[in-house]
């Protein structure tokens, strides 16, 4: 597998880079299936190491149409930048408990958990003091497993249906207790130039990651993101993410689309600021996928909204 990507990498080093300009795609309302499946609880660590390549924009916005198609979700912000606490509307610097206060202090996850103004969607904060976390967990004892514990203790108390933990863009300590205390990892890719770098690093991590601590870990898949319609690059290099990944790349494509730059500006996830962009059919329609995955039977338990 890590030859294949090196010959990937070279590949992608020789493209032609010229790019041919066609019309945008434009906004049509799709409309949404009104179904609710019932699913089997699922953790998903969003992840990548590479910056910039839309965790937190996956993580915000999934979570938030996962929530208005009816399901319980929590995401837990493992950034220091805190941008999803941000995107979700916390105010990082007068917020008394963070994340950093369950791994470092033993603080209880539930006493930790805000609602947010999505129905059905809570966030877990975070701020810059979790940078410290990265280092000082290194002397803890079971440092790779405290996430793990908490949200299994928190479980205990508390129902939800999705878990998302949006990652920091390296692969520390904080990164490595999420894909412990994962059922699967989400990983989002730039359909640019140069986004396959890093692939290998972190197959690797998830490999090591499986032998030692977390045998059943799974890929739920690999996300095309930031997906330009108007040129070559994006279609070639989507095509060659989805040569390689093959089954395990998303249907799903996140197009690019200034709504999902501005909907943080506005603490919303997509779907509450526009719920008509394109942005919001994207992520409705990877929450669909997700779903799908994660699905237990086919039963209509309910109606969601049509957009
Ligand atoms: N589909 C999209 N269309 C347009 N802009 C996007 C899209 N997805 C993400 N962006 C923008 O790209 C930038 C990076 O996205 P985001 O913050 O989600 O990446 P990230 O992987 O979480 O970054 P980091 O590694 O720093 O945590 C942000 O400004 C975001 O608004
Ligand atoms: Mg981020």
Redesign the pocket.
């Known amino acids: 597998m890590l030859d294949d990507l090196k010959k990937i990498i070279k590949r992608l080093n020789e493209l032609d880079v010229a790019a041919d300009i066609t019309p945008v795609v434009s906004d049509q309302p799709v409309p949404l299936p009104p179904k609710i499946f019932s699913v089997s609880r699922q953790i998903i660590a969003?992840t990548?190491?590479?910056?910039?390549?839309?965790?937190?924009?996956?993580?915000?916005n999934l979570s938030g149409c996962l929530a208005e198609r009816g399901y319980k979700v929590l995401v837990i912000d493992l950034?220091p930048?805190a941008?999803?606490s941000l995107g979700l509307g916390m105010d990082k610097d007068n917020i008394d408990r963070t994340i950093y206060d369950v791994l470092m202090n033993n603080v209880s996850l539930c006493d930790v958990i805000l609602k947010t103004q999505v129905e059905r969607l809570d966030a877990v904060p975070s701020n810059s003091v979790l940078s410290g976390a990265q280092l000082e967990l290194a002397s803890v004892l079971g440092r790779e497993s405290v996430l793990r514990i908490a949200v299994r203790k928190m479980l205990l108390k508390k129902d939800y249906d999705f878990i998302i933990f949006?990652?920091?863009?390296s692969l520390n300590l904080v990164t490595i207790n999420a894909l412990v205390a994962a059922d699967s990892i989400l990983i989002?890719i730039q359909t640019h130039y140069y986004s396959l770098e890093g692939m290998k690093e972190l197959f690797s991590t998830i490999d090591i990651v499986r032998e030692r601590l977390n045998p059943d870990l799974q890929i739920l898949g690999i996300l095309a993101?930031?997906?330009d319609t108007r040129t070559k690059i994006s279609a070639k290099m989507l095509g060659q993410i989805r040569e390689y990944f093959k089954g395990m790349v998303f249907d799903t494509v996140?197009?690019?689309?200034?709504?999902?730059?501005?909907?943080?500006i506005f603490k919303k996830p997509i779907h509450i600021y526009d719920n008509r962009s394109?942005?919001a059919q994207?992520y409705f329609s990877l929450a669909d996928e997700v779903v799908a995955k994660t699905q237990k039977c086919e039963v209509r338990i309910g109606a969601g909204k049509v957009a």
């Open positions: 969003v990548n190491q590479k910056g910039g390549c839309a965790k937190t924009t996956t993580a915000v950034d930048q941008h999803a949006d990652c920091n863009p989002p993101t930031l997906y996140i197009r690019n689309n200034v709504k999902l730059c501005e909907a943080p394109l942005g994207d």
